[in-house]
Each structure stands twice: as C-alpha cells, then as structure tokens.
C-alpha cells in the first residue's frame, strides 16, 4: 500500500496490525524522507540503527503483540543522550559526542516498541524562540521556508509537520513545545513538571525543564505520554506517580453533557492579560474563533486575572539563565566537549574552549547567569526572581478555583522571517513567550492545539491555541482537546505539498 507519511499514530499502528505495511517498509519510508529533507529538522540519522530496531519491532508484532506504539516511527529532539547518534544539543560544544547511555524517554519509547529516525534540530543548548541559534543551521518552518518553526524544539515540530516523522519529543524549559508545535500547525504537549523523567536529558534550567511529546493531534500526544510518564529513582526530580492511561476520558461523559455538548459545564478562563495589547490581530481572530467553538461544545468562558504576566518574562530570564551558567560550567574543555587548540596557559583553555564552543545566545544567557549569581546582586535578582515566580504560581492557584482550564494564544505573533545574517533580536525573541512562561514557572502541564491560520505578507500560517490546567490534570487537557479536534480540522490541515 502507499504510505500516507501525514497519518495519526494510530492509523499507522492500525495499518502495522492489518499487516498492510510492515516496519521495516514504514521506517525506510521515513527515512527516504528525512534524507530528502530540505528544511535542516534533522541533525543526525543512522539508517542501519533505524532498520534494526524496526526488524525487532516487527518480530514482537509477528509474535502477537499489541502494544499501541509498536513499530511506529520518531524523532527526538537533540538534547536526549543516544548511543547510536551523536547529541549536541546543537552546539559546536559538543559535537560529535556519543552517550554511553540512553535517556530515560528514549529507553521508555524503545521498550514501547518505537522505532527512533534519528536526532531533531534545535536550539543550543534549548536556548531560543526561533530556532535560528543551532549551530548547525536554522530550522525552516514547512509552511513557509523563510518562516522561523519556533523554538527551541523547532526541529522536532517541523519534522511532524512536515510528515518526516509521524511524532517528535520535545523539552519545553519556557514554552519550548507549545510554542513550535503552535508555529507548525501541530499538536505539543509539555506535562506537570516532574510527571517525565529528566535523566539523559542535556540540561538547561533544570527547575525548568521537561520533556514533552508532539504528534498530530490530543490522540497520539496522550498515547506518547503514557509511554513516558512515571517514577524514575535516577532523577531526582521525578515524582511518584501511578501509571496513567491519558487518553482514558477521551469517551467519558462529563456529568450532564450531550453527544452535541461534551464539554458542558467546563470552565474555561481567559485571562485578561493574555488577549489584551500586544497581542496580534490574525492570532486573536483565530483565537476567538476557536473559543466560540469551545461555547459550542458547551464550555462555559470565565474572565480571570493573572496580574503578574507580564513579571514572568524578566523573572525566567533571570532564573534559567543563573540555572544554566551553572549547569554548563562543565564545558570547560578539560573533561568533555570542544576543547581549544594548542592552549598556553589552563585559564587560555577554559576561556578558548568556551569562546569557541558557544554560540552568541549561550553565550549571552551565561553572563547573564553569572552576573545574577554574583556578589551583591544574588538576593537583588535571583532571590527577587524566586519570590514573583512563588507570587505566579499563586495566581494560577487563584485562577483555578474560579476556572477548570485557563485558555489563550500560545504565541503573540505569527512565525516570523529567519534573519539571513542568523542576527536576531534578543528582547522580540524573550518577549514572544510572554503566554507560556507563566506555566514552566508554576510547574503546570500545558497544550498547544491547532486553531486556525492567520495571513502575513500573503503567506498561511498556523495558530496555536493554548490550554493550561492544574498540576497532573493532563488526561483532563487531552480529553478537552480531541474534544475541541473532533469537529475541527485544524490539526489535520497539511503544509504547502503536503499530501
């Protein structure tokens, strides 16, 4: 049969157990793709790795098994260590460097039965809004190839979007799942912080970060984290919890709802702050849009307040920048990473080796960082940060006893032009995650979900609609989104020569 590389993971894995397609065929298929792939969304591939683990995919689909993400194919975002391809997270820093071991995620979606494509662009270090800071190149947006994917996980997302993977893992330490998968039409969630295993991931901010999944649509983003969700004792960060089936209440009725009406009686909260000024016009009118649709389903909208949003911009770029001037003091050319050539004295090395391995936008959020942490400015801004971040997670508190879910836009703008000279605009850049940092500092899970397009320049392109809820309430987020994309067709919508 001709393959549809556009599929849901669940019409693959229908056509995998009807034995109209086997593994082995699918990943080739994949494969064939991503070598011929123009965007730069993959860093690194192996075919010979690739290949093996479909065979072995398929021998257990031989012997009978069942599992949902059996055989099917994905790509992971370059800063989860891999033994059978380099991780870099996208700097000079560290390229070539091979893991002796796996990341958590990537070992829990082996033993599903998942076959990895290879390594997404991103990034470095997961540091950006654009992902025009790799240092191996800018990731285009397959809507339009002189349109940024977003970031850091841009890209993972264009992959998706692009049909080169039906699914993708992302990290979001700001915004860094929703905000892409917004920008490329798709689907991405980032769960509670805590509910995904940290272990093998390159770290950034690590209050911060967290691993998170993209796909087409709710359906396989509930079926990924149920892959990935759970307890691991070699992450201190990881939380105990039970295993969860998240696509669990896609077809349980809310007491009192209707097949017309199955959202009713949900609360939905707008917050003021998130649809006020500086937000564009094409993203508020698909915004809107999809809002009415959500009153449709019978949700009912409830104005709330979030009164320090716009506090949790300078609060995040003080605080995951004094996260990362330490987390990446280890590059320091001695242990692993670049290391400068021929150095003349230990401080010729340190400073060479990081001059050299670190791009500007590392480079930058490292000072930052240090200048925070140091003498006589520590409680002055990194303590300061710590107290309006505790104040922001009030305010969702706050928000949620008078609402179920907090939606809005995910992104102020639509996806902007990639600079040619690879310059950016530090401030536009930390200003377009305005909508998504209030959820990485409060810990809360967070969806983005196709909403509808908007036109710049005479150019389509997607919006995201953003979905917050409390902690551990991702099954809740997933079901109100297949909700909202089972009488919608934004997130089935394909990109110019998509077909």
């Known amino acids: 049969m001709s393959i549809n590389r556009f599929a849901s993971l669940g019409a693959l894995r229908h056509a995998l157990a009807s034995r109209e397609i086997g593994a082995v065929e699918l990943a080739q298929h994949y494969l064939q793709a ?3 792939d123009s965007l730069g969304a993959a860093l690194a591939l192996n ?22 993400l059996l055989g099917l194919p994905i790509i992971h975002k370059d800063v989860f260590v891999t033994r059978s391809w380099p991780t870099t997270a996208g700097s000079r820093m560290l390229e070539g460097y091979r893991s002796p071991f796996d990341a958590e995620v990537v070992c829990r979606l082996e033993q599903a039965g998942m076959v990895s494509l290879g390594k997404a662009n991103c990034d470095e270090f997961a540091m950006g809004s654009t992902n025009q800071h790799s240092a191996f190149g800018p990731c285009r947006n397959p809507w339009s190839s002189d349109r940024v994917p977003g970031g850091s996980s841009g890209g993972s997302a264009a992959a998706v979007a692009a049909g080169l993977s039906p699914a993708a893992t992302g990290t979001d330490t700001g915004g860094s799942v929703r905000q892409p998968a917004a920008l490329c039409g798709i689907t991405g969630l980032k769960p509670t912080y805590g509910r995904v295993s940290r272990w093998g991931m390159v770290a950034y ?8 999944v993209m796909a087409r649509s709710a359906q396989d983003c509930a079926t990924l984290l149920s892959a990935i969700a759970g307890f691991d004792e070699k992450d201190a960060t990881s939380l105990e919890m039970p295993a969860e089936d998240f696509s669990r209440l896609f077809d349980e009725p809310v007491e009192g709802a209707s097949a017309r009406q199955p959202l009713l009686g949900l609360r939905l909260g707008l917050p003021r702050q998130y649809l006020g000024p500086g937000l564009s016009e094409p993203v508020r009118l698909a915004v809107e849009a999809a809002l009415q649709e959500f009153e449709r389903l019978g949700a009912s909208l409830v104005e709330i307040d979030l009164p320090l949003t ?3 911009v300078p609060a995040y770029y003080v605080i995951a920048p004094a996260e990362a001037s330490s987390n990446l003091s280890r590059f320091d050319g001695v242990r692993y990473g670049h290391r ?13 080796s990081r001059s050299e391995g670190f791009g500007p936008e590392v480079r930058r959020r490292i000072l930052v960082g240090s200048f925070v942490l140091s003498h006589g400015y520590y409680d002055a801004y990194y303590l300061q940060a710590q107290r309006v971040r505790r104040l922001i997670a009030r305010d969702f508190e706050e928000a949620f006893s008078r609402c179920d879910l907090i939606a809005g836009p995910v992104s102020p703008t639509l ?10 605009d530090p401030l536009a850049e930390y200003l377009s995650d305005v909508y998504t940092l209030g959820a990485s500092l409060a810990g809360l899970p967070g969806l983005s979900v196709p909403c509808g397009f908007g036109v710049q320049d005479s150019v389509r392109l997607p919006v995201g609609l953003q979905l917050i809820g409390p902690k551990f309430l991702e099954a809740r987020l997933l079901a109100v989104a297949h909700a909202f994309q089972r009488v919608t067709d934004w997130h089935e919508q394909l990109p110019p020569g998509g077909h």
């Not at 075919?47 to 257990?60: G, I, K, S, V, Y």
């Not at 209050?207 to 998170?212: E, P, R, T």
């Not at 050539?341 to 060479?352: E, I």
């Open 34 to 36: 991503l070598h011929a």
């Open 47 to 68: 075919d010979e790795e690739t290949l093996a683990q479909a065979r072995a995919a398929q021998a257990r689909l031989d012997a009978g098994e069942h599992a949902p």
């Open 205 to 212: 901010a690590s209050s911060l970060d967290q691993a998170g």
């Open 310 to 312: 716009e506090l949790s």
């Open 340 to 352: 400068a050539d021929h150095p003349t004295d230990l401080h010729d090395l340190y400073c060479r």
């Open 415 to 424: 996806a902007g032009p990639i600079h040619p000279s690879g310059e950016t």
